[in-house]
């Protein structure tokens, strides 16, 4: 056995898990958080690649109590069709309120013969290390081990990871990406900054209780690049279409002219959660920038006075996953929302929108449904 300790900006665990899956016959991967930058870089070592693309199979299992969203999901959705019938990925989902899926560990065969990687790290770019320069560096410490194992021992743990496989899928606990409960979870992830804490985190002046940095950025330190709140009129379309308009579409839902699909729930304004919707962003060939939102039809499209139109309220949580709401000309609220809008263009074809921050929402909607918008943790977890 082979103990190594990683530092911040250094690859470690990720050249030796790539170098354990040298020559594989099969393996699988267990991993309490996942995100998309930890999926792609690992799905891109040469010997994972090479793995899967030689027809040797690979089962990876993640958890979903946190970190792990839509985004990643969709991604693990995006390897399943790149590799079909040879990869295989189950989410770990369990109704435990007061525990958490947490193990980290891998395993790659060779005949009889048996390689484990059991460590700490995570699915994600700082658990798997990064290669960094910067000052200070990126990056997790880590510590993991190495085992090489054969004979009676190797048949030994392979029979107990296949026992555990079985135990959890009779068990129900090992669910497709597809389940309602598993994107429910994803979104709920989704909507978490994490707080970047100095090392003399700030105090509070009446109080002295500890408080988090302003700087809270999601997983992996993704930048959305716009605000993360778009406020819009809707123009009457078909029922359930919700015309966004171009800019929108590309900048703020990540429509770049090639169809992809994203997660979109609706939030009432009661603050009650719809399901979760998988959403094909697409442009149609008479060029309409268009969402299917089922929400809309539940509401009759009335017009307000000076032509006003319902505003759809849309909150970026991820790279992929968004959550909305509509709000009718009828609303209490509606005119303090209709504000952020500001004066109506001189051709009334043209839709009001602005982007904007949760902040600067909630400034101006005091009564905003919660759930909208994104909430702040401090952990180093990511």
Known sequence: MTLVFQQPGTEKLLEAIDGAALDASSGGGVFAFASKGGIDTFFARPNISAMLSNQRPFHLIVGIDAITNADALLCLSEKLVQF???LTVDVFYHAHPNSIFHPKFLWFRQGSDLRLVTGSGNLTLRGLGQISTSN???GNWEAFSVQSLIGASAATTNQRIDDWLTEQRNASKLCSLEDQRVRDRA???GRVRFLSVPAAIQQSAPTGVPTPAANAVPVDGIEFGTPE?????IPKNRSGQADVGRGAL???FGYAGVAKNVYIQHVSL???LGSVDSIRLFVNESDNYRLELSAITELAYVIGENDNRMILVATKLDRRSFRCTILPVTNPDYNNVV???GPLSPSRRLMREVRISPEELLAAWANVPTNLLPVDLLTPEP
């Open 84 to 86: 079909p019938g040879v």
């Open 136 to 138: 200070p560096p990126s």
């Open 187 to 189: 979104m709920s992830n």
């Open 229 to 233: 709140v778009l406020v819009r009129e």
């Open 250 to 252: 590309m900048e703020f």
């Open 270 to 272: 009661d603050n009650s």
């Open 339 to 341: 504000a952020l809008l």
